[in-house]
């Protein structure tokens, strides 16, 4: 079945930096592309930056444009999110996303939190 795990989170200051991954199991994880999302207290869930197969396409939220960037490794199986700048609103369960056979799958979520 499809997994997906993330890891990485974490406290860090204003301005520091963090670097989530996500290993995916259970799919041909080069086949497909990968979003991450966050989702905040009180807020919806909303997308942060998606990458495509191979990872020649990248986009991101207008929020975390130029300071956050969206990778993966299809030997590991791994996505990651290299977020530098952070900010307090940054501050959020940041979650991996992949849509396989027309159904969207979720990581567990892993927590970031910047301190000011």
């Known amino acids: 079945q499809v997994q997906l795990v993330e890891s990485g989170g974490g406290l860090v200051q204003f301005g520091g930096s963090l670097r989530l991954s996500c290993a995916a199991s259970g799919f041909t994880f080069g086949n497909y592309a990968m979003n991450w999302y966050r989702q905040a207290p009180g807020k919806e869930r909303e997308w942060v930056a998606g990458?495509?197969?191979?990872?020649?396409?990248?986009n991101y939220a207008d929020s975390v444009k130029d300071r956050f960037t969206i990778s993966r490794d299809n030997a590991k199986n791994t996505v990651y999110l290299q977020m530098n700048s952070l900010k307090s609103e940054d501050t959020a369960v940041y979650y991996c996303?992949?849509?396989?056979?027309?159904?969207?799958?979720w990581g567990q979520g892993t927590q970031v939190t910047v301190s000011s």
């Open positions: 990458i495509s197969t191979v990872g020649r396409t990248t």
């Open positions: 996303n992949t849509a396989y056979r027309g159904r969207n799958y």
